[in-house]
């Protein structure tokens, strides 16, 4: 699935924090939106993402425009993956019953938990395992509907060095076959694991490397 962006700009009250932003996300490719803090690219992922809409511009998958894809959450659901910063799993779930949660079927659950090494923690809570487990389960989580692309902002924000790494090595891994990925981090790390680098300075994209 192709991604692309046309003239995206965005404002938060009188603050612009995109300007006129044009990029293009390859099919099965992992891609890093990478820069400081308020350079947009959390604005923009969240944009590409579908989660918002922006002040101006268009964003299309496989060419059709996001604005007229019709049921969006549908269009989501069978299509899109999300990992974010903290892992939001529910306290009084399993991990397996958390990846399970919104699940259109189940049969992908026990492989991921085997290709994420948490197969014999998955009738854990999440207090009871650590910080990388948890977002391993995220992650799972976010692969169950076998999407097209996972959208994940700050996934390792929250993670020691060693458990970031791993994070991209698995990133890595499911790109390769054939799940795109789009990351937006501060980490500079990302650089050594992503295909596409994307980087944000001040609302606009100030460098693309392949």
Do not use: W
């Not at 009084?92 to 992908?108: D, F, K, Q």
């Amino acid at each position: 699935m192709t991604i692309e962006a046309l003239g995206l700009e965005h404002f938060y009250g009188r603050d612009k924090v995109l300007n006129g932003v044009d990029v293009t996300i390859d099919a099965g490719s992992f891609t890093a939106i990478i820069g400081e803090s308020g350079s947009g690219k959390t604005t923009l992922l969240s944009i590409l993402s579908t989660l918002l809409q922006p002040s101006a511009g268009i964003v299309k998958y496989d060419g059709k425009i996001v604005s007229e894809l019709g049921n969006i959450d549908r269009f989501r659901r069978h299509n899109i993956g999300f990992v974010f910063q903290f892992h939001y799993l529910i306290s009084y779930l399993t991990l397996r019953e958390n990846i399970a949660l919104g699940a259109m079927e189940e049969s992908r659950i026990e492989t991921l938990l085997h290709s994420l090494g948490i197969s014999k923690l998955s009738h854990r809570y999440s207090d009871e395992v650590s910080g990388g487990e948890r977002q391993r389960a995220a992650i799972a989580r976010a692969l169950v509907n076998a999407p097209s692309v996972v959208f994940a902002d700050e996934p390792t924000g929250s993670l020691d060095s060693k458990n970031a790494l791993g994070v991209y090595e698995l990133f890595r891994g499911f790109s390769c076959a054939g799940t795109g990925f789009v990351v937006a981090s501060h980490d500079k790390k990302i650089a050594d694991y992503a295909d596409i680098i994307i980087e944000m300075e001040d609302g606009v994209v100030k460098d693309i490397t392949k």
